[in-house]
């Protein structure tokens, strides 16, 4: 394990005196000041010398208490469990950064979306299109500006200006952004020749819901509630990586009983939507038995939920500095996971078993290692791929540290790998829910927080469901929330399907998508 200040003096050397304030925080944290011009060779010399990535980019305006805004860059090591935070100072009238774009693609993310929001400028980005924005937003409207106000202003029509794929034979399938079912809103545009899929483009944000502003101006207890509510399936995942956001600016740990009961929370949560999102990848291969006895192994589980917390969701279960809730004393909550475990077993086993299942799954939908890598995905679509990353492993949190699990990893980046990551993630979540439960020591559920400390960013990381989640906050001078930036999975995991979908037929789109199973919510901010 890497000692925080070797790492900090070796970093200060390799960077030449680019660096203000380099320090250690937070214990495995170091921080500092980087110049505009030398964020990329920050981070080229993170990825070269340390193996760390950047994972998030968060602006914040700040021109009311320091006249400037600020762009700060959160690095990470893959298993080394040491984090750096960067911040570069931009003046308020003219603010621009160089762009990463080129070396990173999340980088031009999380560049387009500032530009998009604040209006700082990334200057040489490859891909200068909008990114949050639609056609009709005024020029002058950045959101998250403080000075942003309401505007009224409508959808006039304004068509996005898509790149369109030509030639003999080629055409277009346009589809959403109203689908069929309940479901959010996002447009796919299919450019094929025949029934083969050579170009797909998405266009996502149909509702922007502009989550992020909202933390504004709360205290920070009252954003638990909206934190449980970026994205419906991943209530404790929110809830916990803000928690965890501001127990690490208040220099708050939450007490061992907690840290067990969240663990239990997490699994739940995790539990229950691969088990769904099993049987709705059989539903479409037009396996509906499959379907049907998944949903009602996942309704069992909601059930479960609900005995837990009172909420089929598991909201109000996180609260900051640990858990609202203990275990009941009447359930027998390890026999009950178990039970339905050995329920989804057998439909699993009936699943594979059947050629017709399995000839859909088997090459559908490839992501190829690499592809996944210059992407920066997450979570179990990561994992299939062959990529061997895990938050709860690699940056532990909760009591994770103290449990045994095995991380389960394929090669062949398909629609079958994807799905039996599911599958053994549903296994391992299970054993451990087991190992808390028996684990489970005495004591408080919950630890106060004092307030936060002005103008100190902080950040919280969990291995949600759907992959690792990150909130990142910093508190005002009187102790409520400045901002607040969110980044789930699926902000990363959208434009993979793209290249997933290549060489497939179109009728196996709804398949790959369901596979990825990306949310719109926790990407629409």
Request: hydrophobic share 45%; glycine share 10%.
């Amino acid at each position: 394990m890497t000692d925080p200040g070797a790492l900090a003096e070796k970093l200060g050397q390799r960077m030449a005196g680019r660096l203000a304030g380099l320090r250690v925080v937070r214990g495995r944290e170091l921080a500092c000041e980087v110049r505009v011009g030398d964020a990329l060779r920050l981070a080229e010399i993170l990825r070269a010398d340390f193996g760390a990535e950047l994972r998030l980019m968060a602006a914040a305006d700040r021109r009311a208490d320091a006249g400037r805004f600020e762009v700060y860059y959160l690095f990470a090591h893959p298993r080394e469990n040491w984090f750096l935070q960067a911040v570069t100072l931009l003046p308020a009238d003219n603010p621009t950064i160089s762009s990463l774009g080129t070396f990173h693609h999340p980088a031009s993310l999380f560049e387009r979306e500032i530009h998009d929001l604040f209006g700082i400028v990334p200057l040489d980005h490859p891909d200068p299109r909008p990114l949050v924005r639609h056609g009709f937003w005024p020029e002058d409207f950045f959101p998250l500006r403080k000075d942003a106000g309401t505007r009224d202003f409508r959808d006039d029509g304004r068509p996005f200006p898509f790149t369109e794929v030509g030639g003999e034979g080629v055409y277009e399938i346009p589809v959403g952004p109203v689908h069929a079912g309940v479901i959010e809103p996002g447009h796919f545009r299919f450019s094929v020749v025949g029934e083969t899929i050579i170009d797909m483009k998405a266009r996502l944000y149909w509702t922007h819901k502009g989550t992020e502003k909202l933390f504004e101006g709360r205290l920070p207890a009252d954003g638990v509630a909206l934190a449980e509510r970026v994205s419906g399936d991943t209530t404790v995942g929110h809830a916990l990586a803000f928690c965890q956001a501001l127990e690490s600016a208040a220099g708050v740990a939450e007490p061992d009983r907690a840290r067990h009961l969240r663990v239990v929370l997490l699994e739940l949560e995790r539990l229950y939507n691969h088990v769904a999102d099993f049987g709705m990848i059989a539903n479409d291969t037009g396996f509906a038995v499959a379907h049907s006895h998944c949903f009602r192994i996942r309704e069992r589980l909601l059930r479960l939920n609900k005995r837990v917390t009172g909420h089929r969701l598991l909201r109000g279960g996180v609260v900051p500095g640990g858990v609202r809730v203990d275990l009941p004393r009447d359930l027998d909550l390890v026999g009950e996971v178990e039970a339905a475990l050995r329920d989804f077993d057998e439909i699993v086993a009936l699943s594979l078993r059947n050629t017709l299942v399995m000839d859909r799954l088997e090459g559908t939908g490839r992501l190829t290692t690499r592809t996944a890598r210059d992407h920066g995905v997450l979570g179990y679509v990561a994992r299939a791929s062959g990529l061997d990353a895990d938050a709860r492993r690699d940056h532990p949190f909760a009591a994770h540290r103290a449990l045994r699990f095995r991380v389960p990893v394929f090669e062949s980046g398909d629609v079958k790998a994807r799905a039996l990551v599911r599958v053994e993630e549903a296994r391992e979540s299970v054993a451990l829910i087991r190992q808390a439960v028996e684990g489970l020591p005495p004591g408080p559920l919950a630890a106060s927080l004092p307030p936060l400390p002005a103008w100190e960013p902080a950040f919280g990381m969990v291995e949600g469901w759907r992959g690792a989640i990150l909130h990142w906050v910093m508190a005002d001078g009187d102790g409520r929330l400045h901002r607040v930036k969110i980044v789930d999975p699926s902000f990363l995991n959208w434009r993979p399907l793209s290249y997933a979908l290549l060489k497939n037929i179109v009728p196996d789109f709804p398949l790959c998508n369901k596979s990825f199973n990306q949310s719109y919510s926790g990407n629409d901010l």
